[in-house]
């Protein structure tokens, strides 16, 4: 197999990440505005209750796909073999699924309901043939960051062009599933130029169900923590404005943490590659605590920045209907740090090493106190209990994997190293600060406080000379003398 930069896949990633944080950015204002809070309220809860389904037909099937085909990739045969047979899997799940799904669903839930659940079912079928597991194991990045930007574009084109009024809510539906669909679609042709034609008897279904089960814990977790909090709050408060605003909120923090985590995708396939097949234990270990530093760099001061720009970003972003979401965002940005934290150790240091059962105790510790505090809070502080219940349950997953990581990640060691990231950013915190009440508009106080808490927090690091704010600035200059010396000749 050809040899794959790890530097460039990280490139791709973040640019793909980089489309992902920035079409939101022009869709989520407009989208706010047209469509009323309870309106996105409705899309989010029918979304959420669909997601239940995914989790069902995935079966674990993508993170387990993704490590075994990061294994075994230099062996095309197994390969091949590997690749259809959860093909295969999970195309019967999905119809078993979309089944229950219509007899469960559709016949008891209101008109509005009933409409956005047909449209959503796309979210099954989507999933189903999803097959980019495959494509990250073997570290082809290039194609999925690719694919994701073109979606990305024609998806906010199709919004602007079709989406008017509140009676498009069905439009938009469809839209935003049909737009996925597409995606996932559009690269099984490159993904079956990879793989052999599938030789039907000597597949095995039934081999991969057992071991993919045990990475179904973490997506039962996740749907946990990103879907049940929404059904919750649809169940015991009837109120889709609360829906809507915890979902904007939300939606800004997954932001943050989607484009620091592509990271971590990225990564995940080469540490298991090295863990499998290389006895440099050092190597590994170096990897790992230079791409958690890097990305707690970047989690430290988003977290604490959405936390400050909070009151004058959300009413020019979202609208004047939307105040409640300021509020949450200030509970919900500490998720930024706990899931960054969770998600690189988990991955690095327990996943890609097949310490999946401390993992899933881990991630269960989380989910169990989510609900449990979610049953408690929900039904008196509505969106608020739901966001500190979502903020807690992170922390307590993030202890139990930093616990289960300390034979690869020092604690105190880890934060040794992050206090020049909290200097500069308690540095960049009072700058920011000081710039919140000034008389100008919200959207150029906005501007003005990350152009200074950016400049502020990089200058502080590069005073303190922090590795890696060194390393891209020596990388930067060596770049420029390189251009200037190709147009001196």
């Avoid at 809070?377 to 209990?385: C, Q, Y």
Wanted: aromatic residues 12%; proline residues 2%; positive net charge.
């Amino acid at each position: 197999m050809r040899k794959i930069s790890l530097s460039a896949n990280i490139a791709y990633s973040v640019l793909g990440q980089i489309l992902f944080v920035a079409t939101p950015l022009i869709t989520t204002p407009y989208v706010a505005r047209v469509l009323s809070p309870e309106l996105i309220g409705d899309y989010s809860y029918v979304l959420a209750n669909s997601s239940y389904f995914v989790l069902a037909e995935c079966l674990g099937y993508s993170l387990y796909g993704q490590v075994k085909a990061a294994s075994i990739r230099d062996d095309k045969e197994k390969l091949s073999a590997l690749f259809w047979e959860i093909t295969f899997s999970k195309a019967l799940l999905m119809c078993i699924c979309l089944l229950v799904y219509f007899c469960a669903l559709v016949p008891f839930s209101s008109s509005i309901h009933q409409k956005l659940y047909f449209i959503v079912a796309m979210n099954i079928i989507s999933n189903g043939i999803d097959a980019t597991w495959i494509l990250n194991g073997l570290e082809e990045f290039k194609v999925t960051a690719l694919r994701s930007m073109i979606i990305r574009l024609i998806n906010v084109a199709a919004i602007l062009l079709f989406v008017r009024s509140e009676g498009d809510i069905y439009k938009y539906a469809f839209i935003m599933q049909f737009t996925i669909l597409a995606g996932f679609c559009a690269v099984l042709p490159y993904i079956y130029k990879l793989v052999k034609p599938p030789v039907l008897k000597k597949l095995s279904l039934i081999q991969h169900i057992k071991p993919s089960l045990v990475f179904f814990i973490p997506g039962i977790i996740h749907t946990i923590f990103s879907a049940a909090d929404k059904t919750m709050l649809g169940i015991f408060t009837e109120n889709s404005y609360e829906i809507g605003v915890y979902e904007q909120a939300n939606k800004i923090c997954l932001l943050c943490m989607d484009i620091i985590c592509a990271f971590s995708n990225v990564i995940l396939p080469r540490t298991t590659y090295l863990y499998h097949n290389s006895n440099d234990d050092n190597k590994v270990k170096d990897l790992i605590a230079k791409s958690l530093q890097a990305a707690m760099s970047v989690a430290l001061p988003c977290a604490v920045g959405v936390a400050i720009i909070a009151d004058r970003f959300v009413p020019f972003f979202f609208g004047a209907r939307y105040e409640k979401t300021a509020l949450l965002l200030k509970i919900l940005c500490f998720n930024v740090l706990f899931t960054v934290l969770s998600n690189f150790c988990g991955q690095q240091c327990l996943i890609a090493r097949e310490k999946q059962a401390k993992y899933n105790i881990a991630v269960s510790m989380g989910a169990v106190f989510n609900v449990i505090l979610n049953a408690v809070m929900v039904s008196r502080f509505a969106s608020i209990g739901v966001s500190f219940a979502s903020v807690l349950s992170s922390a307590i997953t993030c202890i139990c994997i930093l616990y289960f990581s300390n034979d690869v990640i020092t604690v105190g060691k880890f934060v040794r190293k992050c206090k020049k990231y909290l200097i500069a950013v308690s540095v960049m915190a009072a700058a920011v600060l000081c710039l919140k009440n000034i008389n100008m508009s919200d959207i150029w106080v906005v501007f003005f406080q990350i152009l200074t808490g950016v400049l502020t927090y990089c200058i502080t690091l590069f005073v303190l000379k922090d590795e890696i704010v060194l390393s891209v600035y020596y990388l930067i200059r060596k770049k420029i003398r390189g251009i200037q010396q190709k147009g001196e000749t």
